[in-house]
């Protein structure tokens, strides 16, 4: 089985190239998904999250309220390191569940949708990387458009991320997304037609 990472910086149309490989019957695995499962009513991270940071527990439903825990951890990179270091772990694990699930089907191709991919190191976990990327004006206005996203927030969300030209270099496969979503969709189509022809590769090591 081929394993893709899939990766962009925000506002890039990851969630929107992950929806389409879906439509083309790859299966995608979503971590930021994973992490809301995690956090959301009775997850596995919710019990060390209110160890670690108490006080962030939404006791109507046994989950953790995530503006709180943003309020601490978006502002100190120390405590962030702390939330990710108990929900990284989680998330391969989650990860490595949908593989070896999906490699006993006889699935040929799935995809980890991994937002930090590079900065985690994630890409030794996979056997190519495809980079979504857009021009900066579309990305600006893509993020500015969600609800609650200001501009310092924006800045400092890049800052916290790999610029986008540095993933563009590493990546296998680049995906322009600011060209309309038909365009997405024919590139996507053919990366996987592409790799269906090749074959996995053998030398690449798995979770």
Do not use: W
């Not at 989950?63 to 120390?78: E, N, V």
């Not at 929900?87 to 593989?99: N, T």
């Amino acid at each position: 089985m081929i394993v893709l990472g899939l990766t962009g910086s925000i506002g890039m149309g990851k969630s929107t190239a992950a929806a389409m490989f879906t439509r083309l019957g790859v299966p995608v695995h979503d971590s930021d998904a994973s992490v809301h499962e995690l956090l959301g009513p009775n997850g596995g991270a919710v019990a060390a999250v209110e160890a670690a940071f108490p006080g962030v527990l939404d006791q109507t439903n046994n989950a953790i309220d995530r503006k709180k825990l943003g309020a601490i951890i978006f502002p100190d990179p120390a405590k962030k390191a702390i939330l990710e270091g108990i929900l990284h772990p989680m998330v391969r694990q989650s990860q490595a569940d949908f593989l070896h699930k999906n490699r006993a089907l006889g699935v040929k191709i799935a995809v980890l949708d991994i937002p930090l991919l590079y900065e985690t190191g994630a890409e030794s976990r996979v056997d190519k990387v495809i980079v979504v990327t857009a021009p900066p004006h579309v990305q600006r206005q893509r993020v500015l458009a969600r609800p609650n996203m200001t501009v310092d927030k924006f800045n400092a969300i890049l800052a916290g991320q790999m610029p986008d030209a540095d993933k563009c270099k590493r990546a296998d496969y680049v995906v322009q997304t600011g060209l309309g979503r038909v365009h997405t969709m024919r590139a996507l189509k053919t990366i996987v037609r592409n790799l269906l022809q090749q074959g996995p590769s053998p030398h690449v090591h798995h979770p």
